[in-house]
């Protein structure tokens, strides 16, 4: 059954594309309709890595020496000054993230540097209940980096491992030896962090089953509270790095297939739960008790165990949700650094949803997230027939109910055991822009 070969990176935000708009107005006038001392959660985005590697799909920037971020920090700074003018009674910063590239790119007087300014401009929390997250290369960090994180304040770590196999860590130009994996997954158990979370990559060239399956068998035994399998898409013509990956070496769909059928077997007898869009987590996980509670969400980086709420996005390419607003900054880090040299924010893309638009991404949470939808309960809460508005979608759905990944009782639809693990072909049936579900 070939529905789990699919990405579910693009349903994150809905519309899943922003290609125009007045992304500055649009965000200025977002933030000014906020409620008063209403939440607000932080992504900081850090394009900076040393290494080129091949299946590389980010806004990145290649650069050997952490010198060389000084002047974006310095524009990020400006962008922080910028936003923070447009906010009032803002309440202490519970959620933060650092994502890249690869932020411990930076030296360790740089991170504190950022994370200080950070304070000074929207004031982080320092309680318990935060939830600090940032993206590790094992590759650019060691024991001193993960200790000076947490007396930073960060509680959540994600590292990229992506694959173990050696011949496919050549063929991606990314040798990464298990040992400086295993060595931060040991340091961030002694030193207490809430949530450990390693990457994998499923789809890289030469990958086989088998070698996967040992991948798999090796992150499983260092126990981490949280698995990721991204899908990795071969767009060379869009991502320059991608033309070195010599297209013959890449597994074919029956191959990706037996990749992903050997995977839900290893993390099924694991005993891990299988959140949804290749996100699994232990039974003692937040996510598998949000899941189990009802209470599960997603923000702009995957699903979440808090309720989302505003999320704004700083540096190059970041993308900002307020309200029903949605806005990108400036995709290249010369147009970034241009907008905020003239004072401007940097936001060049911007989308408000309208009542359509909305409905149709309350249908995409509530099966992403709950894994039902009631037609019913969806047309009191957006005051329009969800069956009319929907109809498109409820036909495009008709041949995955007869595939199993759905059923449908009276005014709801119900997401199967198979239908998790194609959740993205059920999610992309409400997008009319959606041009294929193979």
């Not at 009674?89 to 540097?113: E, I, K, T």
């Not at 940032?134 to 960090?141: K, L, N, S, T, V």
């Not at 309960?377 to 329009?384: D, I, R």
Request: charged share 25%; proline share 5%; net charge negative.
């Amino acid at each position: 059954m070939p529905f789990h070969d699919h990405d579910g990176s693009h349903y994150l935000t809905y519309p899943a594309r922003l290609d125009a708009g007045d992304g500055a107005a649009a965000l200025t006038q977002a933030l000014a309709e906020r409620p008063p001392g209403s939440p607000l959660a932080l992504h900081v985005h850090l394009p900076f890595c040393r290494q080129a590697c091949r299946f590389c799909a980010s806004q990145r920037v290649p650069s050997r020496d952490s010198r060389q971020a000084e002047p974006y920090l310095t524009r990020l700074d400006r962008e922080m000054v910028l936003v923070s003018r447009l906010l009032d009674d803002l309440p202490a910063v519970q959620r933060l993230h650092w994502g890249g590239g690869a932020p411990a790119f930076l030296s360790l007087d740089q991170m504190g540097d950022l994370f200080d300014r950070l304070d000074a401009r929207f004031g982080l929390s320092s309680a318990r209940e935060r939830d600090f997250s940032i993206e590790i290369d094992p590759r650019e960090a060691n024991v001193f980096t993960l200790r000076h994180l947490q007396a930073l304040g960060f509680n959540r770590l994600s590292l990229g491992v992506q694959e173990l196999d050696l011949r496919v860590q050549r063929a991606i130009n990314r040798i990464q030896p298990r040992v400086l994996t295993e060595s931060l997954v040991d340091e961030a158990e002694r030193l207490g962090f809430h949530s450990l979370n390693l990457d994998l990559i499923v789809g890289l060239p030469l990958q086989t089953p088998e070698g996967f399956g040992e991948t798999l068998e090796q992150v499983i035994a260092m126990a981490p509270a949280r698995i990721t399998l991204r899908r990795y898409a071969h767009l060379p013509q869009r991502y320059l790095p991608q033309r070195e990956i010599h297209a013959a070496d890449l597994p074919d769909v029956p191959t990706r297939l037996a990749i992903m059928d050997e995977a839900r077997h290893r993390l099924d007898d694991a005993g891990y739960v299988h959140i949804g869009l290749g996100q699994f987590a232990r039974t003692d996980d937040s996510l598998a008790w949000a899941l189990g509670e009802g209470r599960l969400a997603r923000d702009l980086h995957g699903y979440t165990h808090t309720p989302p709420g505003d999320q704004l996005g700083l540096g190059v390419a970041a993308i900002s949700h307020v309200g029903d607003t949605l806005t990108r900054n400036a995709m290249s880090l010369g147009d970034y650094e241009a907008a905020l040299d003239t004072s401007r924010l940097p936001a060049t893309a911007g989308h408000r949803l309208n009542a359509v638009e909305r409905l149709r991404r309350d249908a995409i949470e509530a099966l992403a997230c709950r894994r039902e939808l009631n037609m019913v309960a969806l047309s009191k809460v957006h005051g329009h027939d969800a069956t009319l508005v929907l109809a498109d979608a409820l036909r495009r759905l008709a041949r995955l109910c007869q595939a199993g990944l759905l059923e449908r009782h009276g005014e709801s639809l119900r997401v199967t055991p198979d239908g998790v693990w194609g959740l993205t072909h059920l999610l992309a049936a409400f997008d009319p822009e959606a041009t294929s579900m193979a």
